[in-house]
């Protein structure tokens, strides 16, 4: 078996034991992503010399940390010291951030190598990965697809074996939908699980950064480094944090669970809601009780993100002016300074997503969109988490089709659309995760997201676990070798 | 109902953005559309006055301690033009 294709539980355990070393692994990954990044695209910056410099030090320690020698790749808006960080943005292009975000200091921490900054839509601000300023990402699966968006170059990067897992952001499915499209496993925590100092922010009171790997043990073992109380976020909880990787082996007891109703899957490509239904038979072995509920809010879900999103980043971003930091365009004046560097920092998606937040924000439509909003906003959470009480579960499609075409979706409304099953959990804050569930006729992957109480990721895994071992969707169809052997088919 | 032409002037002076003239084609159809869109929520019966938090435990507060910060010569080096130990902008006021 190549290097390449360990799991990164595996890895780690065989660098721990000092039976493969770090360098080794970094290397083998370093000659991949050379040769298959130039038909995905999932890297905007690789720091190889820095990764193998990591990676000699590691195997020259006595006592290794728990995600020793894990090759591991980190989303551009999570920042990183030394390393240019870009949000997938001219006006962030040549930002080398003077400090790191403590999910990169924790994963460092313990041994793990970064071997590169991923993909994204500028500022996490898409479906489908077209919206970075730089190119777009491909889907390894097919290349004349999107990887999802917005974290769909860390998707990318793990489907085509070049890393063994990354770091991604959810804002409202930029890590559920990207590892739905790329056949990965991918968690949103529970908002306040993660530390989000250091990540770029969107929508701070949507944002969350998770793992994205190629099994849900991978996730599990991120999650346990990356999680807990950060004083420099005070918005993370002060939770202890399970070992999660060593729950998952125990017993638990059968799940109750909750599937959508017939009402919820109208409109629904015919290919995921056949899976879906496959799926159901497979699960309904698995758990003691299972309900079929509808979600009436759910109908408001997308447009009060879409109010409340955009509300919080006109904010957020208007700390970009070519003040301090990152791109600046030349002006006599000051204020033809902001305006210019504005101007053409941007591109068009964020342009459009900070006018829409200026506009409900502004007097005279304050109450009509985004007080409203949030009071919807509340109305959504209390269905989900009253639905919660009852069971442990809810299981839902991860998308409303598999991955799409470049170029395929142009109305931005379209693609908002993208975002149907997952942004109420994000508008909730309670924790998600996208596992791959089956292919459709063509070889699509697809995916199936689990929804769970707040601060609960340990059952959370548990049960993401015992459905992957279910499932039987094969790790080794994964991306470039299941494009090899369609090839070879043909 | 809304002139989005002419909002899309004031709102884009409000958030300090210009817009391309393709943009200028573009924009206010797909604003409008997407306001139109997002307007559902006015159906939305909501019971109360009750507004989201995303957190529901108690945020904890810091004690008001001096620190170590970023070292000025490393935050400086990020800045597009500088002179000495400051950020160097040009003209606030217009030349009379």
Known sequence: ?490 | MLDMKVDLEHLSRLANLELTEQEKELLPGQMEKIIDWVGQLSSLQTPGEEKYSPVDFSLRLEDDLVQVSLPQSEVLSLAPEKAGDFIKVPRVLPEK
């Not at chain 1, 020793?68 to 551009?76: L, Q, T, W």
């Not at chain 1, 959810?170 to 699980?193: E, H």
């Not at chain 1, 599990?220 to 070992?243: C, H, M, N």
């Not at chain 1, 560097?341 to 997503?353: C, H, M, P």
């Open chain 1, 1 to 490: 078996m190549k290097y390449i294709e360990l799991g990164l539980t595996e890895a780690v355990d065989l660098v721990r034991k000092s039976q493969v070393k770090a360098e080794e692994l970094v290397a083998s990954f370093i000659s991949h992503v050379e040769v298959v990044d130039r038909e995905i695209g999932a890297y905007l910056t690789t720091v190889f010399d820095r990764a193998l410099s990591q990676a000699r030090e590691v195997d020259g320690k006595k006592h290794k940390g728990r995600l020793a020698g894990a090759v591991v790749a980190i989303k551009d808006n999570i920042v990183t010291r030394g390393i240019r960080t870009t949000c997938g943005s001219r006006i962030l292009e040549n930002f080398i951030p003077p400090y790191e975000a403590t999910v990169v200091e924790r994963l460092k921490a313990e041994d793990a190598i970064i071997i590169g900054k991923t993909n994204l839509d500028e500022f996490a601000m898409g479906s489908s990965t077209e919206n970075s300023a730089f190119f777009p990402t491909r889907n390894p699966w097919d290349l004349d697809r999107v990887p999802g968006g917005s974290s769909g170059g860390s998707a990318a990067a793990v489907a085509a074996l070049e890393a063994m897992a990354a770091l991604g952001s959810d804002t409202g499915g930029s890590v559920r939908q990207p590892a739905a499209f790329c056949g990965i496993v991918g968690l949103k925590p529970t908002y306040g699980r993660v530390s989000r100092y250091g990540l770029i922010a969107f929508a701070s009171s949507l944002d969350q950064i998770g793992p994205m790997a190629r099994s849900v043990k991978d996730c599990a073992l991120i999650t346990s480094v990356i999680a807990g109380f950060d004083p420099r976020d005070s918005t993370s909880a002060e939770l202890p944090v399970p070992d999660y990787l060593s729950e998952l082996e125990s017993p638990g007891r059968p799940a109750k669970i909750a599937f959508l109703g017939e009402s919820s899957l109208q409109g629904l490509n015919p290919e995921v809601a056949e899976n879906y239904r496959q799926v159901q038979q497979i699960v309904s072995g698995l758990c003691s009780e299972i309900t079929f509920l509808d979600f009436p809010s759910w109908e408001m879900a997308l447009p009060c993100y879409y109010i409340i999103a955009p509300s919080e980043a006109s904010s957020n971003l208007a700390r970009y002016d070519g003040v301090r930091y990152g791109f600046r365009a030349p002006a006599a004046e000051l204020a033809e300074m902001y305006l210019k560097t504005r101007t053409a920092g941007f591109g068009s998606e964020v342009k459009r997503r900070i006018l829409l937040g200026t506009f409900a924000l502004s007097s005279g439509y304050y109450e009509a969109y985004y007080a409203r909003a949030a009071r919807a906003r509340q109305a959504i959470t209390a269905e989900l988490k009253a639905a919660l009480e009852k069971v442990d579960f809810i299981l839902t499609p991860a998308t409303p089709e598999p991955a799409f075409k470049l170029g395929e979706i142009q109305d931005p409304i379209a693609m908002y659309l993208q975002d149907y099953f997952t942004v109420a959990a994000s508008l909730a804050g309670i924790p998600g995760i996208s596992i791959p569930c089956g292919l459709t006729r063509e070889g699509l992957p697809l995916g199936l997201q689990v929804l769970a109480r707040p601060f609960s990721e340990s059952e959370l895994f548990k049960f993401a676990f015992l459905l992957e071992n279910n499932l039987k969707f094969k790790n080794n169809m994964y991306g470039i070798k299941a494009r090899g052997r369609r090839k070879n088919e043909n």
